[in-house]
């Protein structure tokens, strides 16, 4: 199972957030990033000394969803490709790491930073070509979309290079959402898991991903059920860890429902029209089977500071183990056209098992 802990600015300094303490249950952290010229690396030498011990390979993330503007202009430069190669050996020797996994968001289509080009997905093969080359012998993953990269419909010589891909499957819920909807459902996992096999990238290869923070908005006129339109989203609640979310749930008295179709969980609150979906153990345990039946690559969860007693990750490990976890009774608010029939589990398997991000506690 592969992890990913919440790597370290500048702001880390003051307000370390570090992942929980996990060997037995984690094989692969990653700690992002190279976002920065010159990233802290005081909590490095103690994470990767600790994953040694514990059999938990460390990677470093490179990239991700604000920090991957730059990669458009590295892979058009022969020379800049020959540098970044080099640059990511260095940092692996110096570190004593296991390996590095690029989260470029996203070849060919670009993400938060809008910086893309049509030739991406090419240039992209020959980046990795070059980092390869420098790493023969490490680990070498790639955070990717749900989809295959745009413009590739064989992944075969990208499956070549690299160890693993940890598929990104969530966010189905976001700022842009008109109507509620599960951020990680059943559907989406499998969806994705389908689109790179069928890209011919191997099955044992391929990692899948959940959330571990689910988010909130609220809906117009109060509505309850899924799919109702949505009135306005809080900025500053949106996103919440999954431990925090409990406690906000219970505190403030929102009910629980079960989706059995889409085999999520999911939150209504009729004082305020709130909607909340979020990951579930049962859900994270069902994932885990199908990966397993499946003979996928294993799961990663993104991030583990936010499941920090282990609960989302426990219940992925069970099922990884084939422990089998009792899916609750479906549910849902008065007004609903949700079935209430038992969800199928069907023939196909959830993956679960490859965090890029060492998880071991750095408080012990």
């Known amino acids: 199972m592969a992890g990913v802990g919440r790597g370290g600015g500048p702001a880390a300094e003051s307000v370390p957030r570090h992942p929980p303490c996990l060997p037995q249950l984690i094989e692969h952290l990653l700690t992002p990033t190279l976002a920065y010229t010159s990233p802290p690396t005081y909590q490095l030498p103690t994470l990767v000394q600790k994953g040694a011990a514990n059999n938990v390979s460390v990677l470093l993330s490179i990239g991700g969803w604000d920090n991957s503007n730059l990669f458009t ?6 020379s800049a490709i020959s540098a970044f190669a080099n640059s990511v050996a260095n940092f692996v020797t110096t570190y004593n790491l296991n390996g590095v996994d690029i989260d470029w968001e996203y070849p060919g ?11 991406d997905t090419s240039n992209y093969l020959r980046l990795l070509t070059a980092v390869r080359a420098a790493i023969p012998s490490n680990i070498l993953s790639a955070a990717v979309p749900p989809h295959a990269w745009v413009g590739v419909s064989d992944l075969s010589p990208y499956a070549a290079l690299l160890d693993y891909v940890s598929v990104m499957i969530y966010d189905n819920f976001s700022t842009r959402s008109s109507t509620t909807a599960h951020d990680a459902s059943l559907q989406a996992f499998t969806t994705a898991a389908a689109a790179w096999q069928s890209a011919n990238f191997p099955t044992n290869k391929i990692v899948l991903g959940y959330p571990l923070y689910g988010k909130i908005a609220y809906t117009k006129n109060n509505a309850l059920p899924l799919g109702s339109a949505i009135s306005h989203l809080d900025p500053t609640t949106f996103n919440n860890a999954y431990s925090d979310l409990i406690v906000k749930m219970s505190r403030e008295n929102w009910t629980q429902y079960w989706d059995a179709n889409a085999e999520a969980a ?16 049962a859900a994270a345990n069902q994932r885990a089977g199908v990966v397993r039946s499946g003979g996928w690559g294993g799961m990663m969860m993104w991030e583990l500071s936010q499941d920090p007693s282990n609960v989302l990750v426990a219940a992925v490990a069970r099922g990884l183990q084939g422990q089998v976890d009792v899916m609750p009774a479906a549910s849902a608010p008065p007004g609903s056209a949700q079935s ?7 023939s196909f398997v959830q993956v679960v098992g490859a965090v890029a991000a060492v998880l071991v506690c750095l408080s012990a």
């Open 109 to 119: 289509e670009g993400g938060a930073t809008g910086s893309y080009s049509s030739s």
């Open 73 to 78: 202009s590295i892979a058009q430069s022969s």
């Open 340 to 346: 209430a029939a038992v969800g199928s589990r069907g």
């Open 266 to 281: 999911w939150y209504a609150n009729p004082t305020n029209g709130g909607f909340c979906t979020s990951p579930a153990p």
